[in-house]
């Protein structure tokens, strides 16, 4: 798939991330140093506490100036305008539902008025049970090098999404996607 080009060095290293139960993705205690090594200043660790609550208990160095944003220790909803909730609980309900993965792109301004386009991996994780409650997130961006400011956006709004594709990691996918900024329902 052309829109996975950047990121190979984290798919080979999901790819050998172990799996129990012949589960068709890892358990969250698989992500750690040990195993995804200098990639971890590019991910972010989340849990989904409950609806609309999807918090980062970990968000690497890296991923924090690509993203523009600080997530350790907050719920990513809290920073979403009203409007786009439902939209992301759905996306989230169909990414820990299936499990399948997905592709992001996402248009970041930033308050130094630099715009550039944010994109990244988000894969579900087992929890101890084996349930899909965790999420990895793999970034990458061409974010200039000395803008260290953070998003200009007050709330992230649906209109800064430019493409979403959902991604078989097994158990099947949605066929709906963003394509240059428009939903499309699939087949």
């Known amino acids: 798939m052309e829109y996975l080009e950047g990121f190979e060095d984290f798919l080979e290293v999901w790819e050998r991330l172990p799996r129990g139960n012949s589960a068709p993705i890892p358990y969250r205690r698989d992500i750690n140093p040990a195993n995804l090594g200098e990639l971890m200043p590019s991910i972010g660790v989340a849990e989904l506490l409950g609806r609309k609550n999807l918090t980062f208990s970990y968000y690497g160095s890296r991923i924090e100036t690509l993203s523009s944003m600080l997530l350790t220790d907050k719920n990513y909803y809290d920073l979403l305008s009203d409007?786009?909730?439902?939209?992301?609980?759905?996306?989230?309900?169909?990414?820990?539902?299936?499990?399948?993965?997905?592709?992001v792109e996402d248009l970041i301004s930033t308050a130094s008025g630099n715009k550039y386009i944010f994109r990244n991996l988000q894969y579900p994780l087992l929890d101890e049970k084996g349930v899909p409650s965790f999420m990895i997130v793999y970034a990458s961006a061409r974010?200039?090098?000395?803008?260290?400011?953070?998003?200009?956006?007050k709330r992230l709004q649906a209109s800064s999404i430019k493409t979403v594709r959902f991604i078989d990691l097994g158990a099947g996918a949605p066929s709906s996607y963003v394509e240059d900024f428009a939903f499309h329902s699939g087949k």
């Open 83 to 103: 409007q786009f909730k439902l939209a992301m609980d759905s996306f989230h309900q169909q990414l820990f539902g299936m499990p399948c993965g997905a592709y």
């Open 143 to 153: 974010k200039p090098a000395e803008d260290k400011s953070l998003r200009d956006q």
